[in-house]
């Protein structure tokens, strides 16, 4: 021990004296750019990620680590196993080359501090034969806070015991960044013992226009004989790949990579693939190139074959590199293409009723204020709403479909439409309306805020659908904190989503009746409105034989109105033979209902599809498309897994009894034969989440879902096809082109 000593202060004596004049005359780099490190904290262990520049090493045995706080008590370093090189001083040394890992294990006494003082002494030398005095680097490490008793979740082993407890892949599998140079990244994983990543799972490409990804070199990993996918190349507690940047443009700039990955436990969990945004500071670019000659499929680099990008991907890139005038449009153009969706337009006579109850005497500019009002509440809540959802983890999709909230807003229109049929006046406190009217006497304060109230109920209750938009925005919040771009994002949704109600606004003080009973018919025409409101929500809890009663009676009570019972005199006007003839179809078509409802009917739409009408009715009943329902993370991976050895491919569905969307899937792209052609080979799982539990909870987590309709799909290999998850409706045609696309490179 003291010859090895001896040794290294010879050495370092040598070196000091001998080199000195050489290093400053060939301008070596200083230490702290050629051995660079940075540090993090697992929450029982600090782990120290080291990038050391090319051409240089540093020595295993020459590192210690020291603890400024006495709470914290240092363990033995575990340290990589190194390579063998040859020192003309200290003869056969262990040293380190490139990346590397070091992970420090350590014990608190009493309360965990929020930080600690780390000293780091290390020594490292260049290949060119010059050797830096020994080094020492005090670092201050933020510490993790102890997690709160029952945070891990039990995602449930594959094939292994229900019982067994897996934290989720986020504390499990740490992906990082780390700029190189302005043209290379560092694309490195922590990984905690216990756990390992599939070499070929792991990918990356850059989201933005002014650069793009080249190949990822990812390093040599272990074999190991996996259960269901044969023997793989994985990779145990770290994994460091070099990822070539191709830059437009040589200015230093933030850069943002997408990063997926995929890894399992030893004890036999697999997580599902996982997608992170993650962002790193390039310096200046040593070299640019012309992106305009370079394919956009070499934006992504991949360890396997080329990922596509789902409409919700591109969307989160627009809100991450798009100016915010870009976000705007974008979003506000989506917006409107919702405005037409079951999802938005029962926002038209909730508006149209506020407007008809406003009076006799409705001008443009006062429809048009009041839908503005109601846009605005709509805009401002939808986008508070999103926000807080993205950020808290919440699912407001879920908790606003929840049955004592959807039978507390049917009431309420149930009490709007009452007040429509004249039977009692809805207004505020005489107190009130006082006060608003000393503050503004040419304009009815109370209905602008009534109408502003509604609107933000609106936004929860009606327009509480998932769209890829609407993902987007979710996503870039919960993933990145940037509450700025995302809440743009979907303000502007929302904007556009409630612009076709301003027009509607307008138009509306233009063409309703001024004043005389023409007046009292359209307020109660909009009072059957506002109870068909209340029907369609209560539609999301009833059972479908209950709604097809409650559809039934309101269309009688709406043709008694329009006069379809009532004898006309040869003095009658067009207007009464006109409401008459309606008045008798709406009665005509109620039973119908009625009938439809006797027989088992579901559909209002359908109302005779559960009729025995021959070959004809048993084919149509043969037409919905059959799903096994799964309720478990457990019974996923059972399926999931039961379909790759069969050789099929499979397709998750998640679906909700309240989810408009959902049910537009199963009537209108489910049943048609070119999709059930396509699916021909694939297990069809459905996940109802209708209720909200803790199991439906722990499946969304496990993909990242914020709610349904979401489609995913896996291929016959039982791994999920990322990037071609479906948020939202889409139609038949559509929908049998994407799943062919989706499984054709299975």
Known sequence: MKSLISKLIRAIFLTTLVTGSWAAANDTPPPDEVFRYAIFDAGDALEIDWAVSDGAYMYRDAFDFESGNPAVVLGAAEMPEGKVHSDEFLGEQTVYRGSFFIRIPYTVAGNKPDSLMLTIKSRGCLDSGFCYVPQTWVETVALEKPKAAGRKLDLGALGGSSQSEFPPPDEVFFPDLYAVDGNTVEVGFRIIPGYYLYKNKISARVIGDNARAGSLELPAGTMHSDEFFGEQEVYYTEAIARLSIARATPEPTELTIEVNYQGCADDGLCYLPQTKLLTVSLPEAESVTDLSATAPAQDTAVSGND?????????????????????????????????????????????????????????????????????????IVYTAAGIAAAALGLQLQAAFNQPWVLILFAGLFVVLAISMFGVFDLQMPSSIQSKLAGASSNQKSGTVIGAFIMGAISALVVTACVAPALIAGLTVIAQTGDMLRGGVALFALSMGMGAPLLLVGAAQGQLLPKAGGWMIAVKGAFGFLMLALAVWMLSRILPGTVTMILWATLILMSGVFLGGLTTLGTDANVPQKLGKGFGLLAIFYGLILFLGAMTG???????????????????????????????????????????????????????????????????????????????????TLQADVTRNDAEDKRLLERFGVFGPPTIIFFGPDGIQRQGYEVVGFMNAEKFAAHVNKAFSTS
């Open 307 to 379: 990922q596509p990008q789902s409409e919700q991907s591109m969307l989160a890139n627009i809100i991450l590199n798009g100016s915010l005038w870009t976000i705007v449009a974008a979003f506000f153009a989506s917006g409107l293409a919702l405005a037409f969706t079951p999802c938005v337009l029962p926002m038209i006579p909730i508006l149209s009723g506020i407007i008809a109850g406003d009076g006799d005497n409705v001008s443009p500019l006062r429809g048009f204020s009041l839908a503005l009002s109601y846009v605005l509440g709509m805009a």
């Open 601 to 683: 009917g579901t559909n209002p739409l359908k109302p005779l599809a559960s009729v025995n009408l021959g070959s004809a009715g048993g084919a149509a009943q043969q037409a919905h498309l059959e799903f096994t329902r799964i309720k478990t993370v457990e019974d996923l991976d059972r399926e999931i897994a039961a379909a790759a050895a069969s050789g099929k491919t499979a397709m998750l569905d998640f679906y909700a009894d309240w989810c408009v969307s959902c049910i537009e899937m199963e009537e209108y792209t489910f049943i048609t034969p070119e999709v059930q052609a396509a699916l021909a080979n694939t297990v």
